[in-house]
């Protein structure tokens, strides 16, 4: 699996060079038929790539923090990833990716929370 190098982040993380991007598809806003992904590859651009599907990602106050994808990363180097080697799409353990998926719900929440908003 490819990732392209236009629109893509660095990232470098444990000695490993890589590069993420997000894909996004369907109409936005809509709860029902909007797809978000986060993949994840060696800077590369070659070999196995990890790719997560975010849930609910309709809304601005989910924001794909390079933090956020840093966590995917190393959870996916410890779960055995090795960027760069192999191909497809990595399988990651459903246990951890799902506490980190529930941690970034949460901070998006109180993120909005704390944002007030003044007419005038």
Known sequence: MTIARRGSHRLSIDGHELRWWVRRSGARGCPDCD??????A??????CAVQ???P????????????FVAR?????LASGWEPGVGSGPF?????ELGDILADHA???A???ADVSVESA
């Open 35 to 40: 797809s978000l992904a986060v993949v994840i």
């Open 42 to 47: 060696a800077a590369s651009r070659k070999g």
């Open 52 to 54: 997560i599907y975010i």
């Open 56 to 67: 609910e990602p309709y809304g601005p106050d989910r924001p794909i923090t390079p933090a």
């Open 72 to 76: 995917i990363a190393r959870l996916a």
């Open 91 to 95: 399988t990651m353990p459903s246990g």
């Open 106 to 108: 949460r901070s998006s």
């Open 110 to 112: 109180s993120r909005k």
